[in-house]
């Protein structure tokens, strides 16, 4: 016989991992809607009432996926950078194939980090998120710095170069573009940006 709410098990060795992974499955599967605490408590093997020990409800889970992607994403940032080291087109290219690469994969989760991180209250996403893009903001005051990119406000060369690799990934998700040619847009996008964006002699 299944066990029932009150036989299942409270406890369990990492329950806000495991919740978060199933939250992350079931967002990918069905949509932020379709997410209860009750049906991953259900999912992962634990009562009904396991999940309020890291999440008061649905919403504090839904913001703590979209802080974890904005971690992740800037983790991801983090490693592009470091690969392509010195060179500056190069860090440039591998920061945007990273960021176009992880919002191919992940859809449903941007959409989420998105939409949170401007809702009100919504401090530590918000932080997170800063994080993650302040990365692409020093990129660019570096590019300033050897003359690699012309004088202006860094945040506005970063939304633009951004809102390029966001169209990229929104056209390869919504299967305008294969996915295939994903990287060759990237680099396409790239070079564009550079020599559009190099100071005037």
Avoid: C, W
Avoid at 12 to 18: C, I, K, P, V, W
Avoid at 110 to 127: C, F, P, V, Y
Avoid at 174 to 192: C, K, P, W
Wanted: charged share 25%.
């Amino acid at each position: 016989m299944p066990e029932s709410a009150e036989q299942r098990p409270y406890h369990h060795g990492n329950l806000r991992t495991a919740l978060l992974d199933a939250a992350e499955r079931g967002l990918r599967e069905r949509g932020a809607d379709q997410l209860s605490l009750r049906d991953l408590a259900r999912e992962i093997g634990v009562s009904h009432a396991a999940p309020r020990r890291h999440f008061t409800d649905r919403q504090a889970l839904l913001d703590a996926l979209a802080e974890a992607g904005f971690v992740r994403l800037g983790g991801t940032l983090r490693a592009a950078l470091a690969e392509a080291e010195d060179d500056f087109p190069a860090r440039v290219r591998n920061t945007v194939t990273a960021f176009v690469r992880f919002a191919a994969a992940n859809p449903a989760l941007l959409e989420l980090m998105n939409s949170s991180k401007h809702r009100a209250g919504a401090t530590q996403i918000a932080d997170a998120a800063e994080a993650a893009f302040a990365q692409m903001i020093e990129l660019i005051e570096d590019g300033q710095a050897h003359g690699e990119l012309e004088s202006g406000d860094p945040e506005r060369i970063g939304i633009v170069l951004f809102a390029t690799a966001q169209g990229i990934a929104t056209m390869v998700n919504s299967n305008m573009i294969d996915s295939a040619r994903l990287d060759e847009l990237v680099g396409t996008a790239v070079e564009q940006f550079l020599r559009g964006a190099r100071p005037r002699t």
